[in-house]
Nanobody
Framework: QVQLRESGGGAVQAGGSLTLSCTAS????????MAWFRQAPGREREFVAG????????WYADAVKGRFFISKYTAEEPVLLQMNNLLPADTAVYYC???????????????????WGQGTQVTGAS
């Protein structure tokens, strides 16, 4: 059974930084794209950042480009999301997601992802 577990959420003042971590277990052998999504109250879940299974390419939503950075140094290590200069608009529950298709192209659509973590709250206080 696939399990994704996020950690590192919290509340910071505007302009502060947080690093989220996602640990995966139970994934069958293979290469999987990984991504972070977020969902604020009353809004749909939206793509934040993604990393290709090769760990060479990354993707970012326009709202976070230049402030957030996704990384995964080896296939076994957690997926990290470094978040800098946090804004009140970044307040949301952040979810880690794994694309169950192996060796696939990167997708920013939530429907593509088969496995999700339970989410971790991030609050950028004004």
């Amino acid at each position: 059974q696939v399990q994704l577990r996020e950690s590192g959420g919290g509340a910071v003042q505007a302009g502060g930084s947080l690093t989220l971590s996602c640990t995966a277990s139970g994934l069958p052998t293979g290469n999987y794209n990984m991504a972070w999504f977020r969902q604020a109250p009353g809004r749909e879940r939206e793509f934040v950042a993604g990393i290709h299974w090769s760990r060479i390419s990354t993707w970012y939503a326009d709202a976070v480009k230049g402030r957030f950075f996704i990384s995964k140094y080896t296939a076994e290590e957690p997926v990290l999301l470094q978040m800098n200069n946090l804004l009140p608009a970044d307040t949301a529950v952040y979810y880690c997601a794994a694309d169950g298709r192996t060796n696939s192209r990167m997708s920013i659509k939530a429907a593509t992802y088969d496995d999700w973590g339970q989410g971790t709250q991030v609050t950028g206080a004004s």
